[in-house]
């Protein structure tokens, strides 16, 4: 058994009546043949994972990805709690999207957070109805893309603080960033793509800290990519900012060597970074600096997905492939503990959304996993429940999986 949230990692049996923990105890005599009694000899049962944010292509795109087959997918991936970023389309920007989207994920297992817009039509310069949008309950906002104009988001920033809820921004200094495809190194010149130097990264956290420090708002630091960001983010906490940070998983076991075969499927944004990034993003986690690991799930067909690496759309899908690859690189290779990853896989996700933690305790529901350390699998097109299948990870045998979820 798993529980990060008390730091509990032990050996011990459990027994659940109509999804509620009954009891917790090394040993529980059974004389009820009615109760189903599972061999989890070698599993772990821990609690389910929460995803910081993720794309949802329906409204708009449900060819990529529906409402269904995403919340599909984060179950059979662990996962209990999805959060929505607000790129649909139309926008997440108003209280009927939020009333729409509510009633149309009601009836999944899989329990949806919803982003609110910061402006219409996303990092625009109006802002959205967001006082409309915080009493329709959304979790947070944001644009979940860099905006140019700083003067707007102080703007917004000061606006948004009365809510108390979290801001997620993207800090990229676009005019830094150019066109760049992937992270400025000697690689990307050996590979002939254009690069995006870190200090477009570096200058909008910078930015985006000082005028946080005024505004007095949290906010949440989506995407973090470079080593220096993590000096960026670790200075700001030791000042006492209320800041949040994140890291997309890919970023934590892949970096810019990967992209020689300049698979679409390795597009991102912010690119991959060089192997002191990666390095010092996984300290980051380790550390607590970098609070979560976001899947940041995003589908796209087959036909977006096969152009060349500069053309393809940036992203992956990730909820049924996170876990396995996260528990095999990092937790196997004693990278991070099962505690730490855990802990950035499902408390600190909901403390970055300013949630309760799932608690693995007597008389609380039983929002948990069980996951085989040791069960291998193959990544098809067919074993997917994701509707798409962009992911470098295609046809490749994982080790680990999800053997089941209980339904909220």
């Not at 944010?53 to 179950?75: H, K, V």
């Not at 917004?156 to 603080?161: D, G, I």
């Not at 759309?313 to 690859?325: F, K, Q, R, S």
């Not at 074993?383 to 209980?406: C, P, V």
Request: hydrophobic share 40%; charged share 15%; proline share 5%.
């Amino acid at each position: 058994m798993l529980n990060p949230d008390g730091g509990i990692d032990k050996v011990t049996d459990v027994l659940v009546d109509q999804n509620i923990i009954i009891q917790i105890s090394p040993k529980i005599d059974i004389n009820d043949e009615s109760i189903e009694i599972i061999n989890s000899k070698g599993l772990i049962f821990a609690p389910a994972l929460v995803d910081l944010y993720s794309n949802s292509s329906e409204p708009g795109n449900e060819q990529r990805e529906t409402l269904q087959t995403l919340a599909a997918s984060a179950q059979a991936g662990g996962f209990s709690r999805v959060a929505i970023l607000p790129n649909t389309q139309p926008v997440i920007d108003n209280l009927n999207m939020v009333s729409w989207l509510k009633t149309k994920t009601s009836v999944y297992n899989t329990e949806f957070y919803i982003w609110g817009s910061l402006t219409n039509n996303l990092a625009g310069e109006t802002m959205a109805e967001l006082a409309s949008l915080a009493e329709a309950g959304v979790v947070g906002f944001t644009d979940n893309c860099p905006h140019h104009n700083l003067q707007l988001v102080r703007k917004l920033l000061e606006y948004t603080q009365p809510f108390n809820l979290p801001i997620a921004l993207v800090p990229n200094n676009l005019q830094l960033n150019g066109n760049g495809v992937v992270r400025e190194s000697n690689t990307s010149i050996g590979l002939g793509l254009q690069g995006t130097p870190t200090i477009a990264e570096s200058v909008a956290i910078a930015s985006i800290l000082e005028i946080a420090s005024v505004a007095k708002t949290t906010i949440h630091l989506m995407r973090i990519s470079t080593a220096r960001g993590v000096e960026l983010i670790q200075q700001a906490k030791e000042r006492g900012l209320s800041v949040t940070a994140s890291v997309n998983w890919h970023h934590l076991l892949l970096n810019t060597e990967q992209i020689a075969n300049y698979n679409p499927n390795l597009r991102f944004e912010p690119p991959l970074g060089r192997e002191i990034d990666r390095l010092a993003l996984l300290a980051g986690v380790k550390s607590g600096i970098i609070d979560a690991i976001a899947i940041d799930h995003q589908a796209y067909t087959y036909e977006e997905k096969t152009v060349a690496f500069a053309q393809a759309p940036t992203g992956a899908i990730g909820l049924e492939l996170a876990l396995p690859l996260l528990w095999q690189n990092l937790v196997m290779t004693g990278k991070l503990s099962a505690l730490e990853l855990w802990q950035s896989l499902s408390v600190n996700p909901l403390k970055c959304l300013q949630k309760s933690p799932i608690k693995l305790e007597v008389g609380k529901r039983a929002e948990f996993i069980l996951f085989s350390p040791q069960k291998t699998w193959k990544v098809s097109s067919s074993r997917l429940k994701s509707l798409s299948y962009n992911t470098y990870w295609l046809d490749q045998q994982l080790q680990g999986k999800i053997l089941n979820s209980i339904d909220l």
